[in-house]
C-alpha cells in the first residue's frame, strides 16, 4: 500500500537539485533565514505579489520597468544599488499592502530559479511563518514533493534543515519516504526539541551566527516562529502569490 503514496525527499543544497527528477514535483523552496519567511510576511501583509529575481541588476531593471519596491540582500546585507533589504520587519502592512515586491536573495531565489528551469511541476515557499498553510497544501495535492534547502552558497545549513524536519513531522504519513536526508531532517528537528533558537545559538550555526553579527536577534526570532504569516506563496505566470486554495 505504501507504494501508492506519493514520494518526498529533501534536497539539503542547490548543489544537489540536479539528483532529484522535479517534473510534476511539488518543489518547496526553503530559505528560512531569511528570504522565504520575508515573502511569507510580505504577502500576509497584503503585498500584491512578489517577483523574485536572481540577480541584483534585473531587480533595478524590473523596478524601473514597473512601479514596485525593489529589495534584495547579498551576504546578509541590504544589495548595493536597492533600498530595502531581505527584513521581514521592512514590510509591515502599511507599506507592502497592494504593491508588488520584486526581491533577490543570495540563496532563496537563485534555488527557485534553478527549479523552474529544470522543469519543476509547481513551486510553493516554505519558512516557520508559513508552516502549517505548506504542510495543508502538501497534504492536500497529492503529488511527488522536494523540499528544497536553499543552503547558504551551497553549504548546508541548520535552520533550512530543521524546518523540512518540521515539515516531515507533519506531513510522513501521507508519503512514501525512502530519503535519508528527509530522516536526518526530521532526527535534527526532533532534537532541536521546542526551542529552535536555543538550539541555533547551542549548535553555533553559521547563518545564525552571521546574522546575529549584524544585529539581527529580532529577525532570527521571527525567522523561527510559527505561523507568524500563514499563508501559502505559490510560483505563477512569474510571481509569487497567495495560493487561494
Same mark, same amino acid.
Given at each position: 500500500? @505504501? ?6 525527499? =529533501? ?8 539528483? %532529484? ?22 504577502? *500576509? ?19 524601473? +520597468?514597473?512601479?514596485? /519596491? =525593489? ?12 533600498? *530595502?533589504? &531581505? ?22 531565489? $537563485? ?10 511541476? +509547481?513551486?510553493? =515557499? ?6 502549517? @498553510?505548506?504542510? #495543508? %497544501? ?15 552558497? #551551497?553549504?548546508? &545549513? ?9 515539515? /516531515?513531522?507533519?506531513?510522513? +504519513? @501521507? ?7 528527509? +530522516?536526518?531532517?526530521? =532526527?535534527?528537528? $526532533? #532534537? ?8 541555533? $545559538? ?5 547563518? *545564525? ?19 507568524? @504569516?500563514?499563508?501559502?506563496?505559490? %510560483?505563477? &505566470? ?8
Amino acid at each position: 500500500m @505504501a507504494n501508492s503514496l506519493p514520494s518526498l525527499h =529533501t534536497c539539503l543544497s542547490p548543489a544537489l537539485l540536479n539528483l %532529484y527528477d522535479v517534473n510534476h514535483t511539488t518543489v518547496v523552496i526553503i530559505d528560512v533565514l531569511r528570504a522565504t519567511s520575508t515573502i511569507a510576511t510580505a504577502l *500576509y501583509n497584503g503585498a500584491k505579489c512578489v517577483i523574485p529575481v536572481d540577480s541584483v541588476a534585473k531587480c533595478i531593471e524590473l523596478g524601473k +520597468q514597473i512601479d514596485s /519596491i =525593489t529589495a534584495g540582500e547579498r551576504d546578509g546585507k541590504i544589495a548595493e544599488g536597492l533600498s *530595502y533589504g &531581505n527584513s521581514p520587519f521592512e514590510y509591515p502592512r502599511e507599506f507592502v499592502g497592494n504593491k508588488t515586491l520584486v526581491l533577490t536573495t543570495t540563496n532563496g531565489t $537563485k534555488l527557485l530559479h534553478m527549479a523552474l528551469e529544470k522543469g519543476a511541476g +509547481q513551486i510553493v =515557499t516554505g519558512s516557520f511563518p508559513n508552516l502549517s @498553510a505548506v504542510c #495543508d %497544501y502538501l497534504l492536500g495535492v497529492k503529488t511527488p514533493v522536494i523540499l528544497g534547502c536553499a543552503a547558504w552558497k #551551497d553549504r548546508i &545549513n541548520l535552520e533550512d534543515t530543521l524546518f523540512a524536519g518540521a515539515v /516531515i513531522s507533519r506531513v510522513k +504519513q @501521507a508519503f512514501s519516504i525512502n530519503c535519508d536526508s528527509s +530522516q536526518m531532517a526530521e =532526527t535534527l528537528y $526532533k #532534537d532541536a526539541g521546542g526551542d529552535l533558537y536555543e538550539f541555533l $545559538k547551542l549548535k553555533n550555526a553559521s547563518h *545564525y551566527h552571521r546574522l546575529t553579527g549584524f544585529g539581527l536577534e529580532k529577525d532570527i526570532r521571527y525567522c523561527l516562529s510559527a505561523d507568524a @504569516a500563514n499563508v501559502l506563496p505559490f %510560483y505563477e &505566470n512569474g510571481k509569487l502569490v497567495v495560493h487561494k486554495g
